[in-house]
């Protein structure tokens, strides 16, 4: 199943509710938040507050990707605000099998993320762990960046390996995945589609995640 996780990254923070509302109309399926500490990328956003203040005003499951240098510490804090979904850096977690153990002992669906510089292959030992893999398509830190093609053929090779494996891990995608590019990314075989500046637009992020949605299932549709 295709889903939308629309980043609230670049939304209107000051309407965070209403543009939640609007990308859930058009069809989203899942809140993606971006947390950043300054250190691990040069950009700070989210923390644990914005978690808890948008759980009250969703229903939707809450997708935290921690971008942080120390992500074992901030754990107990996303769970206890109310995340459902908690993702980290493979390039930070010295022991990855423990941390996504932790994530699963707090509750919340572990997910593992390897930045475009990441081999596939450094996660195969955990893959049978993990509910989704994040594929990121930009080099993070920051919202907006162009497509790096490249993750097309990791996206490609993690379909072959849950294929070969007999798992059933997600395949999120999140970086420059817009109307131009939505349609490679879901052939490559990618099902939860991060968006957030092809979505968010004053007026129009309903309708931009409506035809979003409509552009990725045709796509998986031609795959059939």
Partial sequence: MIELAFSILASDFAHLADEVAAAERGGGTIV?????????VPNITFGPPMVKALR???KLPL?????????????????EAGADMLS????????????????????????????????????????????????????????GQ?????????????????????????IEVDGGVAHDTV?????????????GSAIFSPGRTEQNAQEFLKTARAAASDEK
Avoid: W
């Fill in 32 to 40: 993606h938040v971006d947390v950043m500490d300054g250190h691990f």
């Fill in 56 to 58: 009250p005003v969703t």
């Fill in 63 to 79: 997708d935290c990707h921690l971008m942080v240098e120390n992500p074992d510490a901030f754990i107990p804090a996303f769970a």
């Fill in 88 to 143: 980290v850096q493979q390039e930070v977690c010295r022991h990855l099998h423990r941390t996504l153990q932790l994530i699963e002992q707090h509750g919340m669906l572990p997910g593992v993320v390897i930045n475009p510089g990441t081999p596939v292959d450094t996660l195969i030992e955990v893959l049978p762990m993990v509910h989704y893999v994040l594929v990121m398509s930009v080099n993070p830190g920051f919202g």
């Fill in 146 to 170: 162009k497509f790096l093609p490249l993750a097309l053929e990791k996206i490609a090779y993690l379909a072959e390996l849950r294929e070969e494996m007999g798992l059933n891990f997600r």
């Fill in 183 to 195: 349609g490679s990314v879901v052939e490559a075989g990618a099902d939860m589609l991060v968006a």
